[in-house]
């Protein structure tokens, strides 16, 4: 199978995951402190787990943000700008297209909030793709999109609200099987919940860890 080359894009912090705000409000004057800490954390477990499947051979965070940079380029995953600045299939298209510069063929688009992604769900995943074309994940409740594959390279992003329907219309097959980590993205409390109970990376494990322990 030919390798993949994953493209996942990571907002601004400030921006990211404003649905997870209420958990970290619980931190008073560190709450905006430990919001950033959550996002990264998330993401670093979704680019681990990424970067040791072995059906990847590189990884590349889309993002304007250096403290997304310095943590995913520690973790052995790549960087580009996000030179659009137009959302997040902007950013994919701008990410493909760089992937392409950088010898690319298959390439697939990841969601950045995969805290329980195990990279054998991911290798399962793609290898699936290679022998479908054109493919995708919908997230645990069906209507998202948590992985779009394109063994040509020709992504074609749809991601939003609806993802799904949006991905199945134009054309992209629905890929099913059991990999509960690669179904669930984390956008509120009760998402971050049913992620713990399926078995979360060390990274948001040790923050959930470290912020639970009482004061003083």
Same mark, same amino acid.
């Given at each position: 199978?030919?390798?993949?080359?994953?493209?996942?894009?990571?907002?601004?912090?400030?921006?990211?995951?404003?649905?997870?705000?209420?958990?970290?409000?619980?931190?008073?004057?560190?709450?905006?402190?430990?919001?950033?800490?959550?996002?990264?954390?998330?993401?670093?477990?979704?680019?681990?787990?990424?970067?040791?499947?072995?059906?990847?051979?590189?990884?590349?965070?889309?993002?304007?943000?250096?403290?997304?940079?310095?943590?995913?380029?520690?973790?052995?995953?790549?960087?580009?700008?996000?030179?659009?600045?137009?959302?997040?299939?902007?950013?994919?298209?701008?990410?493909?297209?760089?992937?392409?510069?950088?010898?690319?063929?298959?390439?697939?688009?990841?969601?950045?909030?995969?805290?329980?992604?195990?990279?054998?769900?991911?290798?399962?995943?793609?290898?699936?793709?290679?022998?479908?074309?054109?493919?995708?994940?919908?997230?645990?409740?069906?209507?998202?999109? %948590?992985?779009?594959?394109?063994?040509?390279?020709?992504?074609?992003?749809?991601?939003?609200?609806?993802?799904?329907?949006?991905?199945?219309?134009?054309?992209?097959?629905?890929?099913?099987?059991?990999?509960?980590?690669?179904?669930?993205?984390?956008? %509120?409390?009760?998402?971050?919940?049913?992620?713990?109970?399926?078995?979360?990376? %060390?990274?948001?494990?040790?923050?959930?860890?470290? %912020?639970?322990?009482?004061?003083?």
């Amino acid at each position: 199978m030919q390798p993949w080359f994953v493209i996942i894009p990571a907002k601004l912090l400030a921006r990211a995951k404003t649905r997870l705000t209420p958990l970290s409000a619980r931190h008073g004057d560190q709450s905006a402190a430990r919001h950033r800490e959550l996002v990264l954390a998330m993401l670093a477990d979704t680019v681990s787990a990424a970067v040791a499947s072995s059906a990847v051979a590189a990884v590349m965070v889309v993002t304007n943000d250096p403290e997304v940079g310095d943590l995913v380029r520690a973790l052995r995953a790549r960087t580009v700008a996000d030179e659009p600045d137009h959302g997040l299939n902007a950013a994919l298209v701008h990410g493909a297209q760089a992937a392409r510069a950088a010898g690319a063929r298959a390439i697939a688009a990841m969601n950045s909030d995969l805290p329980a992604l195990h990279p054998e769900e991911l290798t399962r995943a793609l290898t699936c793709a290679a022998e479908t074309g054109r493919s995708f994940v919908a997230d645990r409740e069906g209507t998202g999109t %948590t992985l779009l594959c394109a063994p040509s390279g020709d992504l074609d992003p749809r991601f939003g609200p609806g993802s799904a329907a949006d991905h199945a219309r134009s054309g992209a097959a629905l890929l099913t099987d059991n990999w509960p980590g690669l179904c669930r993205d984390v956008d %509120t409390e009760a998402d971050l919940r049913t992620a713990v109970a399926i078995g979360l990376g %060390t990274h948001t494990a040790g923050f959930l860890s470290a %912020t639970s322990r009482p004061s003083g």
